[in-house]
């Protein structure tokens, strides 16, 4: 304790060892894992297999609402993924990866809290279960604020972001000012994260990416097939593997809150401001977390006019979500929308701003849908000849953020890859 706690370590309960039992501090014990005597971060052995992580906020307490806490929070959060090449999304789940929560006294875990007064929180290191979950003593008196020296307030921030680094796997350190010392300290808005502490994140999940994509022109970009069964087929037994945005085909395609959001197999990626986000591309079922395991792909995809809801479908089957919560009584059959029980799927599905009508399309045919009725419309469905220059069996319609549409991707990637990579040629 004298050690961690930058004591002199004389070994016996002394003035300043006494000073320092009465400080605040976390709840997580000192010498856990592997300690570094040179770096002096501690590494407590066990990281998260994978580096995009979803977050839940189970509780609160009554002087911050919901609000304000996941505000602290995704501060908290962007400590460490600016340090790292983690990346972190919030779900509504009680199985995302790090669950929060403020219970209080003994709830449970095996660690009571000592109610108002000296461990203020504590966190699991990765793992199943309860791993990676941090809970935060309710009897403290929680603020957003840097409290004045005197007062019995903490700053939830600070503590936060202290117990998220147990969360991703790193034990106390003995360095003082670093974020994971093991006793309370204060830390403004503008922090950075101390050396000390990039250098165990670090150890863990890698540097933060600083790699940019490489330009070539001895060969021409895989030229793009317009029928859905050939393009989507050729990799089909290749579905659970991460895809390479720079070579492959895409499943379906949307523009969500001004986001556009591409589909391949079980992953997706998310452009903003004609960039890809950092850590794409991500699994589908981390973000849209009811979507069933087994889902091998998203065939079309769009964001609803009338209430902005996001709208799946794959096979003959579609699911309702508000944002990425799921509606309840989804998944429904494809008849629900007024479709003949023989399509077996919806190749695209796009919102047309010529009269705010949805339009569904399915091999050779398209359908009118009045999201008013709910159904399609009766003198419909149609030849797909009706779309001037459009194929058959296209694999996406949306509309891109200069306004113009798309109906298949051969025409999408000559836009896209002049926005990504503007000197690429061929």
Known sequence: MQMFGNVPQTGVIDDATLSLLNRKRCGVSDGIGNWNRNKRYAIQGQAWATNNLTWSLQGGVKNMNGSTIRKQLIRAFEIWSEASSLVFHEVNSSKA??????????????????????????????????????????????????????????????????????????????????????????????????????????????????????????????????????????????????????????????????????????????????????????????????????????????????????????????????????????????????????????????VWSHNKKTYFFSGRRYWRFDEDRGKVESDYPRDMSVWRGIPYNIDAAFRWTDGNYFLNFATFFDTLRQTLYPTRRG
Not at 169 to 191: C, N, R
Not at 245 to 264: G, L, M, Q, W, Y
């Open 97 to 350: 990866d790090i669950v929060i929560d403020f219970p209080r006294g003994s709830h449970g875990d095996g660690y009571p809290f000592d109610g108002h007064g000296s461990i203020l929180a504590h966190a699991f290191f990765p793992g199943d279960g309860i791993g990676g979950d941090a809970h935060f003593d309710a009897d403290e008196k929680w603020v957003v604020e840097i409290p004045h020296p005197e007062s019995d307030e903490v700053n939830f921030f600070a503590v936060a972001a202290h117990e998220l680094g147990h969360s991703l796997g790193l034990s106390h350190s003995s360095v003082p000012g670093s974020l994971m010392f093991p006793y309370y300290q204060e830390i403004k808005d503008d922090y950075k994260l101390p050396q000390d502490d990039v250098s165990g994140i670090e150890k863990l999940y890698g540097p933060k990416s600083r790699k940019k994509w490489k330009q070539t022109t001895t060969k021409a970009p895989p030229k793009m097939q317009t029928s859905t069964v050939s393009s989507r087929s050729t990799e089909s037994s290749q579905n659970n593997r991460v895809p390479d945005r720079c070579n492959t085909t895409f499943d379906a395609i949307s523009v969500i809150r001004r986001e556009v959001f591409v589909f391949k197999g079980k992953y997706f990626w998310r452009l903003h401001r004609h960039k890809v986000r950092r850590g794409y591309p991500v699994r589908i079922d981390r973000f849209w977390y009811n979507l069933p395991e087994n889902l091998k792909r998203i065939d079309a995809v769009y964001e609803r006019p009338t209430d902005s809801k996001i709208v799946f479908f794959s096979g003959n089957k579609y699911w309702l979500f508000d944002a990425n919560q799921p509606e309840p009584g989804y998944p429904r059959p494809l008849t629900d929308l007024g479709l003949a029980a023989n399509i077996r799927k919806i190749d695209a599905a796009m």
